[in-house]
């Protein structure tokens, strides 16, 4: 019912910039709260950042907050993750989720997840 397409990912210098996006299909998309979600090999899944369906309210992970803002077009039924000031920890496969509930920093409260897109930062 919702498909969830990521793009946007690349490779990118530290302290560089990189805006990732998550497509979506579906009519229901714009009623969804969207989590950010990102994986690095040997490490667990972690939470970056949610926006509620409206756009006004976001959270942000403590590691992230200052650096990456979350934001929504749901005219375009994307959501947006712009990453500044980028390091070497940022380096991961960035996941975006959908869901009826939150937004939630827990990943069990979206139903709906995208393949992932690859962001690299080189040091």
């Known amino acids: 019912q919702v498909q969830l397409v990521e793009s946007g990912g690349g490779l990118v210098q530290a302290g560089g910039s990189l805006r990732v996006s998550c497509a979506a299909s579906g009519r229901t998309f714009s009623t969804y709260a969207v989590g950010w979600f990102r994986r690095s090999p040997g490490k667990e899944r972690e939470f970056v950042a949610a926006i509620s369906w409206s756009g006004d309210t976001r959270y942000y992970a403590y590691s992230v907050e200052g650096r990456f803002t979350v934001s929504r077009d749901n005219a375009k039924n994307t959501v947006y993750l712009q990453m500044n000031s980028l390091s070497a920890e940022d380096t991961a496969v960035y996941y975006c989720?959908?869901?009826?509930?939150?937004?939630?920093?827990?990943?069990?409260?979206?139903?709906?997840w995208g393949q992932g897109t690859q962001v690299t930062v080189s040091s």
């Open positions: 989720a959908a869901g009826p509930t939150g937004p939630s920093a827990t990943p069990d409260e979206y139903v709906y």
